[in-house]
Nanobody, 122 residues
Framework: QAEFVESGGTLVHPGGSLRLSCTTS????????LGWFRQTPVKNREAVAC????????HYGDSVKGRFTISRDNAKNTLYLQMDSLKPEDTAVYYC???????????????WGQGTQVTVSS
């Protein structure tokens, strides 16, 4: 079973930028959909950004549209999440995940990383 390891989470000031990385032990090109999700103690896990292998399309959560960008490097087996104009409400544990179906619902993702903490605060 492939392992997913996130990195890049840290404390950042509001308005700042951060790039998260997720490296897998196997080919990320094998998965139908790759995604970034986030979770806080008071909110369920929500989809932040997803990338579909079918058409190369991307899906973003309404709260991050225009600020976050998902990308991947198949040669490095790495998924990225570029986060700009960060807000305190972006504070969460961020997870990368992979699915064998075309979906942006967390329940359809079978492969998950351990998560990385992003804190946006002054």
């Amino acid at each position: 079973q492939a392992e997913f390891v996130e990195s890049g989470g840290t404390l950042v000031h509001p308005g700042g930028s951060l790039r998260l990385s997720c490296t897998t032990s196997g080919p990320i090109a094998d998965y139908y959909t790759l995604g970034w999700f986030r979770q806080t103690p008071v909110k369920n896990r929500e989809a932040v950004a997803c990338y579909s292998r079918r058409d190369g399309g991307t899906h973003y959560g309404d709260s991050v549209k225009g600020r976050f960008t998902i990308s991947r490097d198949n040669a490095k087996n790495t998924l990225y999440l570029q986060m700009d104009s960060l807000k305190p409400e972006d504070t969460a544990v961020y997870y990368c995940a992979a699915s064998s179906s075309y979906s942006s619902y967390a329940k359809d993702y079978a492969y998950w990383g351990q998560g990385t903490q992003v804190t946006v605060s002054s």
